[in-house]
């Protein structure tokens, strides 16, 4: 079976997605050919191009805004547009990773990519909506915190190599919620100090002042 694994993440490095891409990777199993691309080096339209010869494409991307990153929405919109010509008969498996502890302010992103995959042609298979991504590398996936998220990649992994859909889910770790919360604030406060910034400066209410509009040219009047 022939797996593309697209890395939507803006990071080249340490990134949660490609994370979850290579417990994918372990979870499918050595027999399979996989075809890792990323939307930060790769061309849209060359990747949809790859995608021809592929089973099954498996994105992962972090949520940017209550959606996808801007830099993977240009490469997806190449993408449409190469698909269109030139039809695919992968199956499409998300994985969206928040920043957010609940799993479920993925929701609208993972909307966006259902409707992507139908202007593209694309059958959907599955998307996973993962909160608490910022502390994706914190334990290994399948125990402690991401005991759940293991379970949910491992069924992911099935799913793709059977060829077939299931419903969408949300999973989030094994943690406190709170203390992932103290952790994230302690965390900013430092990055913070490290610019320069005092705890004070974070939270200072700052004036918005529009920029000043100009009046428009009068037309010079006939003499």
């Not at 139908?118 to 298979?125: D, F, I, Q, R, V």
Request: hydrophobic share 45%; with cysteine; proline share 5%.
């Amino acid at each position: 079976m022939k797996i593309l694994l697209l890395d939507g993440s803006p990071k080249a490095q340490h990134s949660a997605s490609a994370h979850y891409l290579r417990a994918m990777e372990a979870f499918l199993g050595g027999q399979q050919t996989l075809l890792w691309r990323d939307a930060r080096s790769f061309d849209g339209a060359a990747v949809a191009r790859d995608l021809l010869d592929q089973d099954a494409l498996v994105i992962a991307f972090p949520l940017y805004v209550d959606g996808i990153p801007s830099h993977l929405l240009v490469f997806l919109e190449a993408m449409e547009k190469s698909l269109k010509e030139h039809q695919a008969a992968a199956r499409v498996y998300v994985l969206c990773n928040a920043g957010f502890f609940e799993a479920r302010q993925t929701r609208l992103a993972l909307e966006m990519m259902k409707i992507w995959c139908e202007k593209s042609g694309l059958a959907w298979g599955k998307a996973i909506g993962i909160g608490a991504g910022g502390m994706a590398l914190a334990a290994p996936i399948g125990s402690g915190p991401f005991a759940k998220l293991g379970k949910e990649l491992q069924t992911l992994a099935g799913l793709v190599l059977a060829g077939q859909s299931d419903h969408d889910c949300f999973v989030e770790p094994d943690f406190p919620r709170f203390l992932y919360k103290t952790i994230a604030h302690f965390s900013w406060r430092s990055q913070a100090r490290k610019n320069g910034l005092s705890g004070k400066a974070l939270h200072r209410r700052h004036s918005y002042v529009p920029p000043a509009r100009h009046a428009p040219a009068q037309a010079p009047s006939n003499p």
